[in-house]
């Protein structure tokens, strides 16, 4: 007889963000909304392909001469663009060669290799998350047996940081230990620390001895490529040691390529090739070799002029856009709800907003509207477009404005 070997195991709860698009794809109603999802949409409601990346693809098919594997650590230009897009040109890390980059299967697999380097190498380090942090990153880290905590973030009172506490926090963290930052475009909420307080954050990490793991997932999303940089120039600048985890996908519309990258910075070019070798060690126990297509392509980007300013002007269309909605937004709220303050909608930053509903308003809003958010209240600024943001609006009204909520 066979034996089955997993007749006990368990059905699990569905991902919260997969489970939602599930619920919205199989909803017949012709006003449907999905505000869960974190993916860009144009004015259309369409996922766009850029024209930058239509004009590599071109050139691609061109060079492409065998389907050999890449690399460990993947495309050798890829991964110096990278290096010049987060730390800019004529950085002394990487002119002394104290950064390694590999190249990851997405952010996520570029915060995944982190833990994994992290676990092994420092085994009794926690690491400290903000309160709240992308549903994703407890997962991941305890995933790979790095124990996670949190910091305070976000203060639902002000819809804005709770500054003083998570300075306290981060003074009060056993030194030695991990500390997850976005540097822009906080997910979930889209609350940024601005220029001062990540001066404080860097001095902070330097005298507690932290190792700051920064999450760069919308490098361009805020203000520019450049500004968007500024932390992690600053940690660089005071000579921490620190990793990287950024992501393409967002920035270069290529959701489905999984191109993202993690970089270490080290002390030395010594340490930096040590630490390469064991990236690659834990690269090769778990896929071997990552992805060619998507790589190449934003390689081709990112080293050729003309294609780089082109990349640049769809990205601050984008990011202009996002911005633009948010305005729709807040106005129309604000007009609907006379009285009350939406300015924290413009406040915030990036593909994101915490709007304040609460997981009760929240399920109203699917139950009665079919538009689908996340319990916690966040919602896809991305997703919405001049055909529908009134009834969205309208919708969110209705939902803040029930009694017994």
Known sequence: ???????????????????????????????????????????????????????????????????????????????????????????????????????????????????ELIHRFLPEASIYISDPSWENHRCLFESAGVKVETYPYYDPETSGLKKTDMLDALCKMPMGSAVLLHAC????????LDLETWREVVGICAERQLLPFVDFAYQGFAVGNQEDAAPIRMFAERGLTFLISNSYSKSFSMYRER???????????????????????????????????????????????????LWEQELAEMRERIRSMRRLLAS?????????????????????????????????????????????????????NERNVDYISEAMAGVLGSKGL
């Open 259 to 309: 191109c993202g990258a993690l970089s270490v910075v080290t002390g030395s070019a010594k340490e930096a090739a040590a630490v390469s070798s064991q990236v690659k060690r834990i690269v090769r126990s778990i896929y071997s070799s990552p992805p060619s297509y998507g790589a190449q392509l934003i390689s081709i980007v990112l080293n050729t002029p003309e294609l780089y300013v």
């Open 1 to 115: 007889m066979s034996t089955h070997f997993f007749a006990d195991v368990p059905t699990t709860e569905p991902d919260v963000i997969l489970g939602l698009l599930d619920a919205f794809r199989s909803d017949t109603s012709p006003q449907k909304v999905n505000l869960g999802i974190g993916l860009y949409q144009d004015s259309s409601g369409k996922i766009p392909v850029l024209q930058s990346i239509q004009r590599a693809a071109s050139q691609w098919i061109e060079l492409e001469e065998n389907k050999s594997y890449l690399s460990i650590d993947g495309v050798a230009t890829y991964n110096a663009a990278t290096q010049e897009l987060l730390f800019g040109e004529d950085s002394p890390v990487v002119a002394d060669r104290r950064v390694t980059t590999i190249q990851s299967v997405g952010g996520s697999g570029g915060l995944r290799l982190g833990a």
């Open 332 to 384: 129309k709220l604000s007009v609907t709800l006379s009285g009350r303050d939406f300015s924290f909608i413009l406040k915030q930053q990036g593909m994101f907003s915490y709007s304040g509903l609460s997981s009760q308003q929240v399920r109203l809003l699917r139950d009665k509207y079919n538009i689908y958010a996340l319990e916690s209240g966040r919602i896809c600024v991305a997703a919405i």
């Open 185 to 192: 475009c906080h997910n979930p909420t889209g609350v940024d």
